[in-house]
């Protein structure tokens, strides 16, 4: 699907408007940025991690337009927040495990072909209730069936480890195009690839204009996580089942099962809703999440 750039942040001339406008951005989550991430984060120029450590460290910045607590940067007052993210980064160290075990059990499943973890999570910036957030591609025209199988697991992992699975995007290998925003950027950018590093390198390709946005934001962002299992492989009751349902009895319970979660999701849908449902998409998101981050977002860069 074609879009169009819809945010002013694309044009940014400047590297120190950039900066700001990069820990502003950041700020909307009560996440103070390091030197490198604000580099990697940085919306709009192109430059050297040198050049954003020489003016974060050259007076012109701090503490005139940012404030500098250890080795972490805010907008002035609002340091505070250092200690949140070292509150959240501690207790998204104890996620991590069950988030890699899950999302590679996801992974296993029929015609699933890349799991990523995305939201708080990805960035360590999650609090020890939060949900455990997974981007999930799937074979083509085996959206829903695939999301069934998920759905399973987020009950299971409801019922054993008592967190919360959040499978809220599952997108079919030929809708990997995003549309155009910053908000897109950012959540591309940051995802973190449990599984099938095949289809993450495509993805990233097909959203090669995050560039736009994050020129310096390329590869598998370093999340810090444990070393991910090699053992991937899918099972052999995986490739049977995709056999048998690679048929037109899967192509028969495809549509039903998006039928009938379609008519219900739809009952759950109110106005400004981001929540969007096809054959290549569900994307289960029922608040105007990414419009409030950004409203936040441009009312901190007017202050």
Known sequence: MAHVFDEEDAGITTITEAVIRTVAYADVFDFPLRAGEIHR??????????TINNLLSN??????????????????????????????????????????RYGQLIARLPFVRMVAVTGSLAV???DAHADLDYLIVTANDRVWLARAAIILLVRLARRRHRVELCPNFVVSERALTFPQTLYNAREIAQMVPLAGMETYARLRERNAWTASFLPNARGVPDAGIPPLPTNTHTTRLTRLAEHLLASSLGNALEKWEMRRKIRKFSQLTTPGSEANFTADWCKGHFQDHSQRIMNAYQQRIRE
């Open 124 to 126: 360590n910036n999650a």
């Open 59 to 100: 007076g012109h910045l701090v503490p005139a337009h940012l404030a500098h607590q250890d080795e972490y940067f805010t907008l002035p007052g609002r340091e505070n927040i250092v200690q949140t993210r070292r509150q959240r980064a501690a207790a998204a160290a104890a996620l991590w495990p069950l988030t890699i």
């Open 41 to 50: 984060y940085l919306v709009g120029p192109k430059v050297a991690a040198s």
